[in-house]
């Protein structure tokens, strides 16, 4: 497989996995506006709905940005190399990073780095039941 093939099937997978990321987002809004919509109507409980709301909202788009992350690497390794386009890389991957890391620490509710500590303090109250 020539050289050539190569970086246009890489580049039409980055393309596709873009695609697939917006979807996935799109998809992940969807699908926790029905879920929050369905249990707050059975339970009544409309805050607890909303924080379960939030949780899989994050988890959507957060899942998305991943994918996004991944096709822009794929796209910057299959174009030609030069500093402006690892900048622009880098810039994205750090920007995307940060949005994922926020969200995940919004999604759990502790700094990652916390997150064994707060583990082991849920099941040892589990234990303790």
């Excluded at 393309?15 to 109507?41: M, P, Q, V, W």
């Excluded at 924080?51 to 796209?75: C, H, K, M, Q, Y």
Aim: charged share 25%.
């Amino acid at each position: 497989m020539p050289i050539d093939q190569a970086h246009a099937a890489f580049e039409t997978i980055a393309k596709a996995l873009e695609l697939f990321g917006a979807a996935t987002i799109i998809g992940g809004i969807l699908l926790a506006c029905l879920l929050y919509l369905r249990d707050g109507s059975r339970s009544g409980d409309w805050r607890e709905a909303y924080t379960r709301f939030r949780s899989n909202l994050g988890r959507g788009i957060l899942l998305g940005l991943e994918l996004l992350v991944g096709a822009d690497i794929i796209a910057t390794i299959t174009s030609p190399l030069t500093y402006e386009s690892v900048a622009l890389l880098a810039g994205i991957v750090l920007i995307r990073t940060f949005l994922s890391f926020s969200l995940e620490t919004e999604i759990e509710g502790c700094w990652p780095w916390q997150r064994a500590a707060l583990e082991r303090r849920e099941k040892q109250v589990r234990d303790e039941r």
